[in-house]
């Protein structure tokens, strides 16, 4: 099958996506207007064009459309319903699938209403559409009135990379470490956790507690600086931006893992830790209780809440046989949900299924 993703070079969903359906023997094709970062599999071609920001999803359009011409792919999936999903309505070509990803259903429909009426155009226009969860399918759902052909994709993992592994730490080997692995920005809730480990080190002094902030973002410096007002910089570590070939390692370092973020479309993170047989603290919102069994493979708590995550962080620190069944759980469900070979495999049958219909 021949495949055009039209979709952020820069975005290491569009790489995996990318590099495993060309694993699987597939030919593909990758166009997009951002820069390359994390490498592409020697047989996938990237076809990139001049960076004109938002206005460049609407000026590339024809120019698309004479590079569909000439490739003759079978099957078009764009990603991101706001950005690209504009491009591939206009280039309008058939079949098509659209792949949302989470603020492009959750918030960019609310800045306006012009922005909502541009996003259902976006979403009708497609042949079908691909959500990673069952939440954001409703979302998506919501704004169609029920009428999108849904598939769920999940977005899972490299079951051979992500798994339980000793790894040297940052700390003390005695240490118990707490942390995330997340691009700190606003909507991950970054400063919860932050505030939650001050109540819990403050509480238990007596143990070798240690946070451990592992990606970049715009609120490094802002979260540095809480970490710094509430005296707990000493015991804690920034990494600043990992690649994602680092991303195991850092994993297993970890003890607890947690992601209380106010919006998740998904949990990509948290079904890496899973993978490496760590229990996780999440927020309820979003995906994250999809990919969390509250009590069997972490805990859920409220979203804005330090005080909840600490209890439940607490409740994991005293408890390390508990720490070790939840991980092996966690292990299990990943295994069974998001191997990413299953995953890959669902997304080309998702292909072939439109192909039969168009």
């Not at 899972?156 to 798994?163: A, R, S």
């Not at 720490?323 to 072939?352: F, P, S, T």
Request: aromatic fraction near 8%; include cysteine; charge should be neutral.
């Amino acid at each position: 099958m021949k495949i055009a993703l039209l979709s952020s070079a820069s975005s290491i969903h569009t790489v995996r996506w990318a590099n495993g359906l060309s694993a699987a023997g597939h030919e593909v094709h990758v166009i997009t207007q951002q820069p390359i970062i994390e490498p592409f599999n020697p047989n996938v071609k990237a076809h990139i064009f001049p960076s004109l920001g938002i206005l460049g999803y609407f000026t590339m359009a024809a120019a698309v459309r004479k590079l569909l011409h000439s490739l003759k792919p079978d099957i078009l999936n764009a990603h991101y319903a706001s950005g690209y999903g504009t491009t591939a309505r206009l280039v309008n070509f058939h079949p098509y699938l659209l792949s949302v990803w989470g603020s492009d259903v959750y918030d960019f429909p609310y800045i306006s209403p012009l922005h909502k009426y541009l996003l259902q155009k976006n979403l009708y226009a497609a042949d079908a559409i691909a959500s990673t969860s069952y939440c954001m399918a409703e979302q998506t759902k919501s704004l169609t009135n029920d009428l999108a052909n849904i598939h769920i994709t999940p977005f899972g993992i490299d079951l051979e990379k992500f798994k339980p592994t000793k790894v040297k730490k940052l700390f003390d080997n005695a240490s118990i470490i707490i942390g995330t692995v997340k691009t700190l920005s606003e909507k991950y809730g970054i400063e919860y956790l932050i505030r939650a480990f001050k109540i819990v080190s403050e509480k238990h002094s007596n143990l070798p507690l240690k946070l451990l902030i592992v990606g970049g973002g715009n609120l490094e410096k802002k979260l540095k600086q809480i970490a710094t007002d509430l005296n707990i910089a000493e015991k804690t570590i920034f990494t600043g931006r990992v690649s994602h070939e680092e991303v195991p390692t850092y994993q297993n370092m970890l003890d607890i893992s947690v992601s209380v973020s106010n919006s998740e479309s998904f949990g990509v993170a948290i079904i890496e830790a899973s993978a490496c047989a760590k229990p996780a603290v999440v927020s309820n919102v979003g995906g994250l209780p999809e990919v969390v069994d509250d009590g069997v493979t972490g805990i859920i708590v409220p979203p804005c809440d330090p005080e909840a995550t600490a209890d439940a962080i607490e409740r994991l620190i005293l408890a390390p046989t508990l720490r070790e069944k939840m991980g092996r759980a966690g292990r299990q469900k990943v295994e069974q949900l998001y191997d990413w070979d299953h995953n890959v495999k669902h997304m080309i049958c998702v292909y072939e299924n439109l192909l039969r219909k168009t």
